[in-house]
């Protein structure tokens, strides 16, 4: 299971938004993969990206890309973000090339990741979905924040820090795109997608008034 499989939100607004990253299996083939999963950041690092990191570092909006590449472990898992559906597929096709010997696994709407894998020349091994949250649904946030904080798969991004970005957007201390990128500091994994939650916060900032934030 990925902890990048339960992001929220409508059709729309997850065409931008898919999620590529790397790790091991202990006993298998970890042992020297960190130079495998340098190479895979390197490779995604070519094309057109809004996020990248490694969980034992950081998001590149908490540290810089080659402290993230650098420091690559055996046991890191490596992540980087897409918005545009081509530059995931010409990523997925050199990566196919590159043959690095560790599991990729790609997030995002079935179809459209199906799509860029016929197109690299990729057949899936194994699709996985997301049936969604069970329990106490009265203690979640709105839907509308919790197609932000998802975006953080262990759950670090607060939806109290999404709600005081929103109070900061509607006041003019911080434009959409410092928001996002702000809520994308405590996602130490970097599969935060800073773009898509600017274009979320712009939404709601329109649509809420000062008491519901």
């Given at each position: 299971m990925s902890h990048t499989l339960h992001r929220r939100g409508t059709e729309a607004n997850l065409q931008q938004d898919y999620i590529v990253f790397s790790m091991t299996a202990k006993g298998f083939n970890e042992i020297n993969?960190?130079?495998?999963?340098?190479?895979f950041l390197r490779i995604l690092d070519k094309y057109e990206h809004v996020?990248?990191?490694?969980?034992?570092?950081?998001?590149?909006?908490?540290v810089n890309k080659d402290q993230i590449i650098n420091n690559v472990a055996d046991t890191s898992i490596v992540h980087a973000v897409f918005s545009d559906r081509k530059q995931l597929r010409d990523a997925l096709k050199e990566l196919k090339?590159?043959?690095?010997?560790?599991?990729?696994?790609?997030?995002?709407?079935?179809?459209h990741v199906e799509q860029a894998c016929q197109e690299a020349g990729i057949d899936p091994h194994t699709v996985e979905y997301s049936v969604g949250i069970?329990?106490?649904?009265?203690?979640?946030?709105?839907?509308e924040l919790l197609e932000i904080t998802t975006m953080?798969?262990?759950?670090?991004?607060?939806?109290?820090l999404v709600r005081q970005m929103l109070l900061d957007l509607k006041c003019g201390k911080r434009t959409a795109q410092e928001a996002g990128e702000y809520l994308a500091t405590p996602c130490v994994?970097?599969?935060?997608?800073?773009q898509r939650a600017q274009r979320l916060l712009e939404e709601l900032a329109e649509l809420w008034c000062y008491d519901e934030v």
């Open positions: 993969s960190r130079y495998a999963l340098q190479e996020n990248m990191g490694d969980m034992k570092t950081g998001g590149k909006f908490l090339e590159a043959d690095l010997g560790v599991s990729v696994i790609v997030s995002g709407i079935v179809e069970r329990g106490k649904l009265a203690r979640i946030p709105e839907d953080c798969g262990h759950g670090m991004v607060s939806q109290h994994c970097g599969v935060f997608n800073p």
